[in-house]
T-cell receptor
Framework: AQSVTQPDIHITVSEGASLELRCNYS??????LFWYVQSPGQGLQLLLK??????LVQGIKGFEAEFKRSQSSFNLRKPSVHWSDAAEYFC?????????????FGSGTQLTVLP | EAGVAQSPRYKIIEKRQSVAFWCNPI?????LYWYQQILGQGPKLLIQ????????DSQLPKDRFSAERLKGVDSTLKIQPAKLEDSAVYLC????????????FGPGTRLTVT
């Protein structure tokens, strides 16, 4: 069965510092991978997605992620964090079950940004 | 383009009471999802509709949870009777054939069961 692991429950960085959030997946076929962000009291907003092709994908708000098949990873990065990036980040993988395509989420990483 | 709408945004009930949540997906989106997000966890799929038919409800606790999407547009999720462990955020999402696997999420309903 497919699964997603986000090893870091909580990360704290200073504003302007670089950021990397880790995501490892388990899925037999070529995965469709996503990163979502959730601000307090809000729904999930899509940051970026990987379906195929170039393994380095660019997203909104200056985020990027790199798909590494050999490591089963899809880590999220940002070169310089802004205070407004403080939120919870979820990695997800799409799996197929019969005719259904479903998202399986990791448990999330809470990001705190220090001034 | 309007996003996914959900109501109410917040609900507090006592255990053994019933509650209903409403979701209106993005216009034209045939697929609708209900997720449960318990504090500190990622969202977990409860049920998936394709138009007005159920595609997958394998993780829906059918003894107390029910959901419908009668006209293939908006949907209602009901809990009866509620338990303390049902306290969570209930998220609705929708997707279209052209959006592929990309899902668009509503703001969620935060349920507290006391």
């Amino acid at each position: 069965a497919q699964s997603v692991t986000q090893p870091d429950i909580h990360i704290t960085v200073s504003e302007g510092a670089s950021l990397e959030l880790r995501c490892n997946y388990s899925y037999g076929a070529t995965p469709y991978l996503f990163w979502y962000v959730q601000s307090p009291g809000q729904g999930l907003q899509l940051l970026l997605k990987y379906f195929s092709g170039d393994t380095l994908v660019q997203g909104i708000k200056g985020f990027e992620a790199e798909f590494k098949r050999s490591q089963s990873s899809f880590n999220l990065r940002k070169p310089s964090v802004h205070w407004s990036d403080a939120a919870e980040y979820f990695c997800a993988v799409v799996s197929s079950s019969g005719s259904a395509r479903q998202l399986t989420f990791g448990s999330g990483t809470q990001l705190t940004v220090l001034p | 383009e309007a996003g996914v709408a959900q109501s109410p945004r917040y609900k507090i009930i006592e255990k053994r009471q019933s509650v209903a949540f409403w979701c209106n997906p993005i216009s034209g989106h045939a697929t609708l999802y209900w997720y449960q997000q318990i504090l500190g966890q990622g969202p977990k799929l409860l049920i998936q509709f394709q138009n007005n038919g159920v595609v997958d409800d394998s993780q829906l606790p059918k003894d107390r949870f029910s959901a419908e999407r009668l006209k293939g547009v908006d949907s209602t999720l009901k809990i009866q009777p509620a338990k303390l462990e049902d306290s969570a955020v209930y998220l609705c999402a929708s997707s279209s054939i052209t959006s592929g696997s990309e899902q668009y999420f509503g703001p969620g309903t935060r349920l507290t069961v006391t």
